[in-house]
């Protein structure tokens, strides 16, 4: 099933390998539906958007974004 109200919209999931919050099967289904949607899997981190790697992966994808809003 996809998700035809925001399937347009660019989406960059970040999820921490070890998050025991968040399910990385959720992240995973999402990706899966959202077409174009880019999935990060941080593998040394786990939920906390403060881990180093979690916020690296935030920082990228925020300026992935910027790029691609940009350019239109």
């Known amino acids: 099933q996809q998700l035809p109200q925001v399937q347009h919209l660019p989406c960059y999931i970040v999820h921490g ?3 025991a919050v968040c399910k990385l ?3 995973w289904t999402l990706a899966q539906r959202w077409p174009g949607a ?3 899997i941080v593998p040394d981190a786990g939920h906390s958007a403060s881990e180093a790697g979690i916020a690296r992966a935030l920082f990228d994808a925020a300026s ?3 790029e691609r809003l940009e350019a239109r």
């Open 17 to 19: 390998r070890y998050d």
């Open 25 to 27: 099967e959720n992240a």
């Open 38 to 40: 880019v999935l990060k």
């Open 64 to 66: 992935l974004l910027a």
